[in-house]
């Protein structure tokens, strides 16, 4: 599946505490994710946006490979606060269909519709400063902590591995829509919003 479109520098939904543990609810393994799309939800000259993205297979099974290609820019360098500067901030929007109603998730345990004051420091806790980044992001010269200079980024299609983790139970069965919008006081950077399906045996 391709998709192009306009994305920001950020992660919304990424399923872990700002400290990089998975919430230990009940939960259901060996989760699938189906119908996978995204757009962007803010202007097309939003300073940072992600151009091109495709991922294989569709569904993707959790655990199981996943292939991806990705390319984007962005014409502001997005930095952890310098006084007076302010950090990058997210947001993030959960919600899950029910009954045929979108209903709006609460911030529970840093999961769901919460806000991260600090996208950088939010970075560094899922990936230590000092420790290299993950593959293949290392391979490709590709940062995982700020600062994200001002330019051009390319990810050759590589393959991942995802791991089995552990989902809260309420983030296993059901169709999801999430938006995430980047942005500092009085400026958002970039918005992206994501449809998909989980489903778990």
Same mark, same amino acid.
Request: net charge negative; hydrophobic share 35%; charged share 15%.
């Given at each position: 599946?391709?998709? $192009?479109? /306009?994305?920001?520098?950020?992660? %919304?939904?990424? !399923?872990?505490?700002?400290? !990089? %543990?998975? $919430? ?6 060996? =989760? ?15 300073? =940072?946006?992600?151009?091109? #993205? ?21 014409? +502001? ?21 029910? %009954? /045929?109603?979108?209903?709006? +998730? ?7 519709? &919460?806000?991260?004051?600090? %996208? ?9 400063? /000092? ?5 293949? #992001? ?39 829509? +999430? $938006?995430? +919008?980047? !942005?500092?006081?009085? $400026?958002?950077?970039? &918005? ?10």
């Amino acid at each position: 599946m391709k998709v $192009q479109t /306009g994305f920001i520098w950020g992660s %919304a939904g990424t !399923g872990l505490n700002p400290i !990089g %543990a998975v $919430q230990p609810l009940r939960v259901h393994s060996d =989760a699938a994710v189906s119908n996978f799309d995204w757009k962007n939800c803010w202007k097309p000259d939003a300073p =940072a946006l992600l151009k091109s #993205l495709t991922v294989s297979p569709d569904p993707i099974a959790i655990p199981g490979e996943l292939t991806a290609a990705a390319s984007g820019s962005t014409s +502001v360098e997005l930095d952890a606060p310098l006084s007076p500067r302010l950090p990058p901030q997210l947001n993030v929007t959960l919600k899950k269909e029910v %009954a /045929g109603i979108w209903v709006k +998730v609460p911030c529970l345990d840093d999961l769901g519709s &919460c806000h991260y004051p600090d %996208a950088c420091d939010l970075l560094d806790q899922l990936i230590p400063p /000092g420790q290299d980044c993950p593959e293949p #992001l290392h391979t490709y010269g590709l940062p995982c902590h700020c600062p994200f200079k001002a330019g051009l980024y390319s990810l050759p299609q590589s393959d991942f591995y995802l791991p089995n983790v552990d989902l809260p139970y309420w983030l296993t069965n059901g169709k999801y829509r +999430v $938006q995430g +919008v980047l !942005g500092v006081p009085g $400026q958002e950077l970039g &918005c992206l919003e994501v449809a998909l399906s989980v489903h778990s045996d």
